[in-house]
């Protein structure tokens, strides 16, 4: 199993970046996906869900609205769209596959700096 994270970087805030999530070693189109953040003194945060057919999601309040997570069963992918950033938003973001109760495999993480 492997999940590799890209796309991350340095951001003004109001601004919007697309972090996408390669997946491998795994029947991708059958598990729900999620991208979580962590930053520096605080503990680690989901911010969204996708369902294996991509037909829901579900998002944190902290992101809902801004935010937005998409799959590509074809290509193994999963996107997170984030829009109107704020400096609350820098943070690792990592993806991962969810099991049935709890994530089962991360990914490497990937850095969103959001900072004028």
């Known amino acids: 199993v492997q999940l590799v994270e890209s796309g991350g970087g340095l951001v003004q805030p109001g601004g919007s970046l697309r972090v996408s999530c390669a997946a491998s070693g795994f029947t991708f189109s059958t598990y729900s996906m999620t991208w979580s953040r962590q930053s520096p003194g605080k503990g680690l945060e989901m911010v969204s869900v996708i369902y294996p057919s991509g037909s829901r999601t579900v998002y944190a309040d902290s992101v809902k609205g801004r935010f937005t997570i998409s799959r590509d069963n074809a290509k193994n992918t999963v996107v997170l769209e984030m829009n109107s950033l704020k400096p609350e938003d820098t943070a690792v973001y990592y993806c991962?596959?969810?099991?049935?109760?709890?994530?089962?495999?991360w990914g490497q993480g990937t850095q969103v700096t959001v900072s004028s």
């Open positions: 991962s596959r969810w099991g049935q109760r709890s994530p089962t495999a």
